[in-house]
């Protein structure tokens, strides 16, 4: 979404540059003005896509907190000026805003940056922390039951494949701590869920440059469930930019002197061209 408003400012320019190029002058200061007027207005923009394009860490949870910048600083007009830069502003916000209201991508965003503990609930209303808190633990009892259920098939399968003839096997021995973990309970699925979102929410939140999947895997022990949950959203790119260069590199791959490479081989190429620092 940020890349078009990019891509128009560099249309615009080209037009420009076009224009004077057909007539043999130097710029006239309106073009000058115009010029700067977008820089201006746009600069700020191409810094922030070029960091939500990024793929070798978390950008996903940023993404509100970058509209939220945008909307109450860098690119709010100010109401005591007038001009071309301020409605470029304006535009671009309105373009913005419009874009991401979508309810089911404002619930994914809102996801991710609750899920990300240098934001938490910075950038969330309070009206709209319970209703967070809820997804969050219904998505977490969900993801906890498949995680379980996958894990019941994989055993069963892998007992079949190696079954054999009954073995007689000698009865283990009780220990006396084995009489105490069967007379304690562990709390229900849901009351452990909502502790540990209490806990989550009660913890400082990370510094601002810190690493939110190496936060979750420190705290993996303290908040087990949530834990997973976090990594579902947190691995999701910010934007299209990682997939475009993944075919960028299957385009290198895949000329016309190696169009009969099979498909199983280009997707292992195309692992070890992303994968390996060469």
């Known amino acids: 979404m940020m890349e078009r408003v990019l891509e128009q400012e560099k249309a615009i320019t080209q037009v420009l540059a076009a224009d004077q190029k057909s007539r043999h002058l130097l710029p006239t200061w309106q073009d000058i003005d115009v010029l700067e007027a977008i820089t201006k207005a746009l600069k700020p923009l191409q810094d922030f896509t070029d960091a939500l394009s990024g793929e070798e860490y978390v950008s996903v949870s940023y993404v509100k907190p970058v509209l939220h910048l945008l909307n109450s600083n860098i690119l709010k007009p100010e109401e005591d000026k007038a001009g071309l830069c301020e409605d470029i502003k304006k535009r671009v916000l309105d373009y ?7 309810p089911a991508t404002d619930e994914l965003l809102t996801m991710a940056t609750f899920l990300d503990p240098r934001f938490k609930t910075t950038y ?3 009206e709209k922390l319970e209703e967070v808190r809820s997804r969050v633990a219904t998505e977490t009892k969900a993801l906890e039951e498949k995680t379980a259920t996958d894990a019941s098939s994989t055993e069963d399968q892998s007992e079949r494949e190696t079954s054999t ?10 220990s006396l701590g084995s009489f105490f973990k069967k007379c304690s309970s562990a709390p229900p699925k849901q009351q452990g869920i909502d502790m540990e979102l209490d806990g989550y929410l009660l913890m400082a939140t990370a510094d601002s440059d810190s690493d939110p999947l190496e936060w979750w895997r420190l705290q993996c022990s303290h908040f087990p469930r949530i834990s997973r949950l976090a990594k579902k959203y947190l691995c999701i790119p910010a934007t299209s930019s990682p997939s475009e260069r993944a075919f960028s590199t299957g385009g290198n791959i895949v000329t016309s ?3 009969s490479l099979k498909p199983e081989n280009v997707d292992r190429l195309v692992f070890l061209a992303k994968n390996l620092n060469v």
């Not at 913005?96 to 979508?102: A, I, V």
């Not at 003839?165 to 009780?174: D, R, Y």
């Open 124 to 126: 969330m209303s309070p």
């Open 96 to 102: 913005l805003n419009e874009k991401y209201k979508d």
């Open 257 to 259: 002197s190696r169009a």
């Open 165 to 174: 003839a009954p073995v007689q096997l000698k009865k283990p021995k009780h």
